[in-house]
């Protein structure tokens, strides 16, 4: 987990001229901060869906507000491997149990719970921002792929 602002990627935004809406996590909106780790598979279930669809929503009709006003909705930036805000890859793996026979999650191609439920509240609303996600771990090359997609949304 990032201790706080990912100064490389928030960069690319300001040398862009680019505005933030900030997303809520919908992990610790759910479960909260004192959590173990979880796969997509433990986050696709029903409660965290009606939850994840409240969060899309709010955020579809905050982006239909900006539209109507002026501004385009370019992208939404997710978290490589997330559960819930993977957009390229997401993480599959322990379904429960005991924890300490667990193993160990897989990395797949895939998307996160929250990413897959705001796509398809965004595009049934007729907003189709450009998906990205950012690896935490490789801030540096994020942030080049991130100006890349972001600076031909702009011309």
Not at 58 to 72: K, V
Not at 109 to 116: D, H, L, N, S
Not at 129 to 135: A, K, S
Request: hydrophobic residues 35%.
């Amino acid at each position: 987990m990032a201790k706080g602002v990912l100064k490389e990627i928030i960069e690319v935004f300001i040398e862009l001229g680019i505005g933030i809406i900030q997303l809520p996590c919908p992990e610790t909106g759910y479960i909260g901060l004192k959590r173990f780790w979880h796969t997509r598979e433990q986050y696709d279930n029903i409660g965290f869906r009606e939850y994840c669809h409240r969060l899309a929503e709010e955020a579809a009709d905050l982006a239909l507000e900006y539209e109507r006003n002026g501004y385009r909705i370019l992208a939404i930036v997710g978290i490589k491997r997330s559960p819930s805000c993977g957009v390229r890859e997401t993480t599959l793996g322990w379904r429960g149990g005991d924890p300490r026979k667990a193993g160990e999650y897989r990395r797949v191609k895939g998307t996160g719970v929250f990413m897959e439920i705001i796509r398809e509240v965004f595009e049934r609303q007729g907003l189709k921002p450009v998906m990205i996600d950012i690896d935490v771990s490789h801030l540096n090359e994020s942030a080049i792929e991130l100006r890349s997609v972001l600076s031909k949304l702009t011309r």
